[in-house]
Nanobody, 125 residues
Framework: QVQLEESGGGLVQAGGSLRLSCAAS????????MGWFRQAPGKEHEFVAT????????RYADSMKGRFTISRDNAKNTVYLQMSSLKPEDTAIYHC??????????????????WGQGTQVTVSS
């Protein structure tokens, strides 16, 4: 099992940047592919990005490509989400998650049994 804790959220103006962090504890961090999801008020969870255990492979939602970058530091048991050119519609609670179900679509919540509590990102216009 792995425990996850996000940090780095906050209030930022449109066009600004934030870097979210997700610290993991528990089993070997590098054995988990990791993902970021977000949930805006009144909406379903939305896939943001995922990264392989080694960090060599990444995948993004189309609306985040070119603006968001997922990365990880396995020595620090941490995954990051660098967000730039933020828009008001990026306002949401951002969750990191650890994936174990490798045959399940990695853009779906079903692939990730372990979740953090989330960190709020608010983008003002």
């Amino acid at each position: 099992q792995v425990q996850l804790e996000e940090s780095g959220g906050g209030l930022v103006q449109a066009g600004g940047s934030l870097r979210l962090s997700c610290a993991a504890s528990g089993r070997t961090f590098s054995s988990y592919a990791m993902g970021w999801f977000r949930q805006a008020p009144g909406k379903e969870h939305e896939f943001v990005a995922t990264i392989s255990g080694s960090g060599s492979s990444t995948r993004y939602a189309d609306s985040m490509k070119g603006r968001f970058t997922i990365s990880r530091d396995n020595a620090k048991n941490t995954v990051y989400l660098q967000m730039s050119s933020l828009k008001p519609e990026d306002t949401a609670i951002y969750h990191c998650a650890a994936r174990t179900h490798m045959l399940v679509d990695p853009t779906t919540r079903a692939a990730y049994p372990y979740w953090g509590q989330g960190t709020q990102v608010t983008v003002s216009s």
